[in-house]
T-cell receptor, first 113, second 116 residues
Framework: AQTVTQSQPEMSVQEAETVTLSCTYD???????LFWYKQPPSRQMILVIR??????QNATENRFSVNFQKAAKSFSLKISDSQLGDAAMYFC??????????FGAGTRLTVKP | DAMVIQNPRYQVTQFGKPVTLSCSQT?????MYWYQQKSSQAPKLLFH???????NEADTPDNFQSRRPNTSFCFLDIRSPGLGDTAMYLC???????????????FGSGTRLTVV
């Protein structure tokens, strides 16, 4: 079964600075999707960004971008110009072609004003 | 707006008293999931439905059951809740078309269940 590992339980960043959250995964599949989800204290999961494994180009959504290294099975999230509203739990997730999605343990991001 | 709705938002139940959580969707997605999320932990997949096909995770306790009477609704039944079942329960939907489903899951707001 696929596993997703987030090695940083907590991270903090100064407002307007940049922070990178790490994620690695283990799979024998060649085709899959990777996601970063944000879960603020209200607890609703919100999709931040996604990456198709067959695409070499790193996904970007405004201030959010990923560094996808398929051979290394690494999928980090970079948040630029951090804002107070970015404070949340961030989950890395892997979706296989059997429709299952597996989550990492999460990284709690604190943004300091 | 198309969405995933979970009811109730908060539920308190007594130890051993059966409880049902509901999830409805207007997205016409054919895959529906139930996750259990305990405090400060990652969501844990309990089971999912692909249309009417039920897929149970190997480590989901028998105490947890699910029903999907139609495309729009899915229920989580906990037959005899224990204190350890206190958690947030998240419902999510996705398109079963793997390519179309690359947009990920759509989550409901969750039901926070407390067993006392």
């Amino acid at each position: 079964a696929q596993t997703v590992t987030q090695s940083q339980p907590e991270m903090s960043v100064q407002e307007a600075e940049t922070v990178t959250l790490s994620c690695t995964y283990d799979t024998s599949e060649s085709d899959y999707y990777l996601f970063w989800y944000k879960q603020p204290p209200s607890r609703q999961m919100i999709l931040v960004i996604r990456q198709e494994a067959y695409k070499q180009q790193n996904a970007t959504e405004n201030r959010f971008s990923v560094n996808f290294q398929k051979a290394a099975k690494s999928f980090s999230l970079k948040i630029s110009d951090s804002q107070l509203g970015d404070a949340a739990m961030y989950f890395c997730a892997y979706r296989s072609n059997n429709n299952d999605m597996r989550f990492g343990a999460g990284t709690r991001l604190t943004v300091k004003p | 707006d198309a969405m995933v709705i979970q009811n109730p938002r908060y539920q308190v139940t007594q130890f051993g008293k059966p409880v049902t959580l509901s999830c409805s969707q207007t997205l016409n997605h054919n895959v529906m999931y139930w996750y259990q999320q305990k405090s400060s932990q990652a969501p844990k997949l309990l089971f999912h439905y692909y249309d009417k096909d039920f897929n149970n995770e190997a480590d989901t306790p028998d105490n947890f059951q699910s029903r999907r009477p139609n495309t729009s609704f899915c229920f989580l039944d906990i037959r005899s809740p224990g204190l350890g079942d206190t958690a947030m329960y998240l419902c999510a939907t996705a398109s079963g078309d793997y390519v179309v489903g690359s947009s990920g899951y759509t989550f409901g707001s969750g039901t926070r269940l407390t067993v006392v």
